[in-house]
Every structure is written in structure tokens, then in C-alpha cells.
T-cell receptor
Framework: DADVTQTPRNRITKTGKRIMLECSQT?????MYWYRQDPGLGLRLIYY???????NKGEISDGYSVSRQAQAKFSLSLESAIPNQTALYFC????????????FGDGTRLSIL | DQQVKQNSPSLSVQEGRISILNCDYT??????FLWYKKYPAEGPTFLIS?????DKNEDGRFTVFLNKSAKHLSLHIVPSQPGDSAVYFC????????????FGAGTTVTVRA
């Protein structure tokens, strides 16, 4: 079983709909991240959380919100989806501060029509 | 403004030869650098890293070189194998930035038989 699981893997929806992407992990890591990948731009940070009570905005948080329901679960919501939020979304975990690699899920491909 | 840049979107190399991937950065506070490898329909996986106190780190066929004065790092893969065909992302983080990762746009490597 994957250490970092993202659901759904693919989603097509319409403009204005509310969407939730979910991420769960079995690595026991405190730190969790949400990124989006767009062609030619690499991965950009949307939100991150260092523990259950900690939520921080990343570089592109507008139009998104998150919830850290437990150490193992971190969900990303698009309250009212718009077409330029069409992208590949990745969740990642990290064991602690400083000089440690992040571990990624396999991504959610989101298309907004 | 992207702080980590991979200026070559793609690289084609013959099996058995060396692959050299380049990455430049602008933030002099970066002190930890990583390379990730990504196959289609999968998340990025950690490949190799280097701390700013070193100028070289080697792991099997993979070597990362860091030139702090030029703000440049490179990944060497020797010898290249068909399974190395993937997208490679360069990433960097800084203690001052709470170790959040900044990613480059990626380089797609194709290893020809």
C-alpha cells in the first residue's frame, strides 16, 4: 500500500462547483503539503501544515482552503472551481524540519470545464 | 518569480552515456538542494540531495555537484539506462524559509537504446 494516498486520482467537474481533494498518509509524519503542477512551472506550494493545529498559506493559496483533520489526513478544497485551477495536484509529507526529503502521493488530475 | 530554474526542458541521451542536468538558483539563502524523479502518472520520488556545506554527493550512478559561487547545481547520471527516462525536478530550501521547497520546472530525460 502507498505511504501517501490521494483521492480521487482523476476528477472532471464544472466551473463553480465545490471540490475536495483528500490526502492520507501512513508515514507518521507531522508535516504535510499541497502542491499544484502546471506545464513549464514545476510544482508550486498551495498550503502546508506542520501539525494538526498549524495551517499556513503557500505561494498560490488564493481560491483554495485546507483542513488538517488528523495527523494522517490533509484535505484541499476548491470552494468555487474555475478553469485556471485545472492542474495536477500533489500531496506530500515530511518527517521533520530541515534537510529531509518530502514524500509525494501519485497526484490528482483535476479538470475544470 | 521562480527562484529555481531548469533552463533545458528536455534532454535526449544514448543508453550508456552520461546525462547532465543543470539547475540554477537565485536565492543565496538556499542551503539544501534535492533532485526528484517523476514517471508519468506517479508522484515525484526523491533521488539525491546535497547540503550547502558540500560540493559533491554521490549515490551509485547519480552524482550531484554544487557550485555555490555560481548558484548552480548539476545532476550527472552515469551510465544512463532506459529506466532513467523520466522528468527530473531540481528543488531547494532554506532554513530561513522554514525549509519549504522551491521547485524548478523540470527536465524531461529520454534515454535512447
Amino acid at each position: 500500500d502507498a505511504d501517501v494516498t490521494q483521492t480521487p486520482r482523476n476528477r472532471i467537474t464544472k466551473t463553480g462547483k465545490r471540490i475536495m481533494l483528500e490526502c492520507s498518509q501512513t508515514k507518521g509524519h507531522d508535516r504535510m503539503y499541497w502542491y499544484r503542477q502546471d506545464p513549464g512551472l514545476g510544482l508550486r506550494l498551495i498550503y502546508y501544515s506542520f501539525d494538526v493545529k498549524d495551517i499556513n498559506k503557500g505561494e498560490i493559496s488564493d481560491g483554495y482552503s485546507v483542513s488538517r483533520q488528523a495527523q494522517a489526513k490533509f484535505s484541499l478544497s476548491l470552494e468555487s472551481a474555475i478553469p485556471n485551477q485545472t492542474a495536477l495536484y500533489f500531496c506530500a509529507t515530511e518527517g521533520g524540519p530541515g534537510n529531509q526529503p518530502q514524500h509525494f502521493g501519485d497526484g490528482t488530475r483535476l479538470s475544470i470545464l | 518569480d521562480q527562484q529555481v530554474k531548469q533552463n533545458s526542458p528536455s534532454l535526449s541521451v544514448q543508453e550508456g552515456r552520461i546525462s547532465i542536468l543543470n539547475c540554477d538558483y537565485t536565492n543565496s539563502m538556499f542551503d539544501y538542494f534535492l533532485w526528484y524523479k517523476k514517471y508519468p502518472a506517479e508522484g515525484p520520488t526523491f533521488l539525491i540531495s546535497i547540503s550547502s556545506i558540500k560540493d559533491k554527493n554521490e549515490d551509485g550512478r547519480f552524482t550531484v555537484f554544487l557550485n555555490k559561487s555560481a548558484k548552480h547545481l548539476s545532476l550527472h547520471i552515469v551510465p544512463s539506462q532506459p529506466g532513467d527516462s523520466a522528468v527530473y525536478f531540481c528543488a531547494a530550501s532554506a532554513y530561513a524559509g522554514d525549509y519549504k521547497l522551491s521547485f524548478g520546472a523540470g527536465t524531461t530525460v529520454t534515454v535512447r537504446a
